[in-house]
């Protein structure tokens, strides 16, 4: 059975705390591994670790940042397919997610390529006279990065490349569950030549997440996650000084017009709610059927979801995996039972479906004529799970969106150019989808929600990334009149 371990000051480190998390392959239910929970021994060495690195990283020269920032990009590019089989073994992605993680973090890591441009700050001479006056960005020291089990090898490189370019130095804690990907990642950001203690990697729980939270040296901390935790970890974090970016649940809603293309709506709704087994947070979770489209929308989806081919990932014909663990497979159906239970019409019962394997599968549910009072609805389900809610006009979809207390994302689907970019104004929301279904940024943008989605004022990765991880300075400067200086520059000299 494998075991994973911490990477700190680029050696394998074992936890002195004698715990152990189960490592699953979710496909056939079987334990694969086992990973070390770091004690707060480990999370301190680990810090001292990056402090010490600071001293020396924070002065290298932007060519060299650069320089190891493409050599990292190289090697990603290159074991492309390593990671992303890495992500099939231990979360269940089918083989076309895995690469597309894979691909979006690579985004993030060329953003980062070009980041002397964006570092560049400000110079303002004379300001007054025989003053001048300029802004510096400089980094802020040790950061952590707390991820989530969904995207294990993407949300790290929505950080740590941004962080280290700025000057800055990372402690890296990846979700416990499948934590092969992001650990490989950090032997690869060694390979590419970071001196030790630039990138270190400590896997754990609550114990490890608390320390890093409290630690007086760190000064910055990236989180992705569950409304819940977003709020301990931004709470918790700014109590003791720190930096906090924390980026919550969601729950993503998709408007379909009467006069949207049906068949380009309905393939959306069924790959954006069940891609991943729904378990991400840029999922559509909630469409929003407006007017006489709701029937023929419902049939069309149903249509599609009959033909998903789902199982395990290492299968080329896989167009969705199982969920990430025993337990949150239950409680998804659990949410299925309690949506009919509470009078929406189950029109697909994902729990119908029967698997082979022992591996942690569900079907893909379809629930109709959901009220905005419901489990389904109000609960960010985080499972191929999709809720139809029927209303009148497109006003009443736009202030459904308002009362949801989520603010992640927002799709809508019509032919009509004024509706559409009249819903780029309307909709509560940080990004917003026009007949696109996930609108997740490039990485030349930034990545975050509102309202119970994001805590904190800094979005994720891209301009505000940069922003996050580094603080500015401001100099101003006199010096003395040339021409009344006692050494000779040659100037005429007043009498």
């Given at each position: 059975?494998?075991?994973?371990?911490?990477?700190?000051?680029?050696?394998?480190?074992?936890?002195?705390?004698?715990?152990?998390?189960?490592?699953?392959?979710?496909?056939?239910?079987?334990?694969?591994?086992?990973?070390?929970?770091?004690?707060?021994?480990?999370?301190?060495?680990?810090?001292?670790?990056?402090?010490?690195?600071?001293?020396?990283?924070?002065?290298?020269?932007?060519?060299?940042?650069?320089?190891?920032?493409?050599?990292?990009?190289?090697?990603?590019?290159?074991?492309?397919?390593?990671?992303?089989?890495?992500?099939?073994?231990?979360?269940?992605?089918?083989?076309?997610?895995?690469?597309?993680?894979?691909?979006?973090?690579?985004?993030?890591?060329?953003?980062?390529?070009?980041?002397?441009?964006?570092?560049?700050?400000?110079?303002?001479?004379?300001?007054?006279?025989?003053?001048?006056?300029?802004?510096?960005r400089q980094p802020l020291g040790v950061c952590a990065g707390i991820t989530p089990f969904?995207?294990?090898?993407?949300?790290?490189?929505?950080?740590?490349?941004?962080?280290?370019?700025?000057?800055?130095?990372?402690?890296?804690?990846?979700?416990?569950?499948?934590?092969?990907?992001?650990?490989?990642?950090?032997?690869?950001?060694?390979?590419?030549?970071?001196?030790?203690?630039?990138?270190?990697?400590?896997?754990?729980?609550?114990?490890?997440?608390?320390?890093?939270?409290?630690?007086?040296?760190?000064?910055?901390?990236?989180?992705?996650?569950?409304?819940?935790?977003?709020?301990?970890?931004?709470?918790?974090?700014?109590?003791?000084?720190?930096?906090?970016?924390?980026?919550?649940?969601?729950?993503?809603?998709?408007?379909?017009?009467?006069?949207?293309?049906?068949?380009?709506?309905?393939?959306?709704?069924?790959?954006?709610?069940?891609?991943?087994?729904?378990?991400?947070?840029?999922?559509?979770?909630?469409?929003?059927?407006?007017?006489?489209?709701?029937?023929?929308?419902?049939?069309?989806?149903?249509?599609?979801?009959?033909?998903?081919?789902?199982?395990?990932?290492?299968?080329?014909?896989?167009?969705?995996?199982?969920?990430?663990?025993?337990?949150?497979?239950?409680?998804?159906?659990?949410?299925?039972?309690?949506?009919?239970?509470?009078?929406?019409?189950?029109?697909?019962?994902?729990?119908?479906?029967?698997?082979?394997?022992?591996?942690?599968?569900?079907?893909?549910?379809?629930?109709?004529?959901?009220?905005?009072?419901?489990?389904?609805?109000?609960?960010?389900?985080?499972?191929?799970?999709?809720?139809?809610?029927?209303?009148?006009?497109?006003?009443?979809?736009?202030?459904?969106?308002?009362?949801?207390?989520?603010?992640?994302?927002?799709?809508?689907?019509?032919?009509?150019?004024?509706?559409?970019?009249?819903?780029?104004?309307?909709?509560?929301?940080?990004?917003?989808?026009?007949?696109?279904?996930?609108?997740?940024?490039?990485?030349?943008?930034?990545?975050?929600?509102?309202?119970?989605?994001?805590?904190?004022?800094?979005?994720?990765y891209g301009p505000e990334g940069l922003n996050f991880f580094t603080r500015p300075k401001?100099?101003?400067?006199?010096w003395p009149d040339p021409t009344t200086s006692q050494v000779d520059l040659g100037f005429?000299?007043?009498?």
């Amino acid at each position: 059975m494998r075991k994973i371990t911490h990477l700190i000051d680029a050696q394998s480190v074992e936890s002195t705390s004698g715990n152990v998390g189960p490592v699953y392959n979710p496909a056939t239910g079987e334990q694969t591994g086992e990973v070390d929970l770091a004690s707060v021994a480990e999370v301190d060495l680990a810090v001292e670790s990056s402090k010490n690195a600071f001293q020396e990283w924070g002065n290298v020269s932007i060519a060299r940042r650069v320089k190891l920032l493409h050599n990292f990009r190289n090697l990603v590019i290159e074991n492309e397919m390593e990671i992303a089989s890495r992500l099939t073994q231990e979360h269940g992605k089918v083989a076309d997610d895995a690469r597309g993680e894979v691909a979006r973090g690579i985004e993030n890591i060329e953003f980062a390529c070009g980041f002397a441009d964006s570092l560049k700050g400000t110079y303002s001479e004379h300001a007054s006279t025989g003053v001048d006056v300029y802004t510096v960005r400089q980094p802020l020291g040790v950061c952590a990065g707390i991820t989530p089990f969904n995207f294990p090898a993407m949300v790290p490189l929505w950080m740590i490349p941004n962080a280290v370019a700025c000057g800055n130095t990372f402690v890296l804690k990846p979700s416990e569950r499948d934590p092969s990907a992001p650990r490989f990642l950090i032997e690869l950001i060694q390979e590419a030549g970071f001196p030790p203690g630039v990138v270190n990697l400590v896997n754990g729980d609550k114990t490890a997440v608390d320390r890093l939270l409290e630690h007086p040296d760190i000064a910055a901390v990236s989180f992705v996650g569950s409304t819940p935790i977003a709020k301990y970890v931004y709470s918790t974090g700014t109590s003791t000084g720190k930096r906090i970016q924390a980026l919550g649940g969601a729950k993503n809603h998709m408007l379909v017009l009467p006069d949207a293309d049906l068949d380009l709506a309905a393939d959306a709704a069924v790959s954006a709610a069940y891609g991943s087994a729904g378990e991400r947070c840029m999922a559509i979770s909630v469409v929003v059927a407006i007017g006489d489209i709701a029937d023929p929308l419902v049939d069309a989806i149903k249509l599609r979801m009959e033909k998903l081919v789902i199982g395990p990932g290492e299968n080329t014909d896989s167009e969705m995996g199982p969920l990430i663990t025993r337990e949150h497979r239950d409680k998804v159906a659990g949410y299925i039972e309690a949506g009919e239970s509470e009078g929406a019409r189950l029109v697909v019962d994902g729990r119908e479906q029967n698997f082979e394997s022992n591996g942690f599968f569900i079907g893909v549910s379809l629930l109709d004529h959901v009220k905005t009072d419901m489990s389904v609805y109000k609960d960010e389900i985080f499972g191929p799970v999709l809720s139809v809610v029927r209303v009148d006009n497109y006003n009443q979809a736009v202030e459904m969106i308002a009362n949801n207390p989520y603010g992640n994302g927002a799709a809508i689907f019509t032919r009509d150019g004024g509706t559409a970019r009249q819903f780029q104004q309307d909709a509560d929301a940080g990004m917003v989808g026009i007949n696109v279904p996930i609108p997740v940024p490039v990485g030349y943008h930034s990545f975050g929600g509102w309202n119970n989605s994001l805590f904190g004022d800094t979005t994720m990765y891209g301009p505000e990334g940069l922003n996050f991880f580094t603080r500015p300075k401001v100099i101003t400067s006199r010096w003395p009149d040339p021409t009344t200086s006692q050494v000779d520059l040659g100037f005429p000299q007043n009498n």
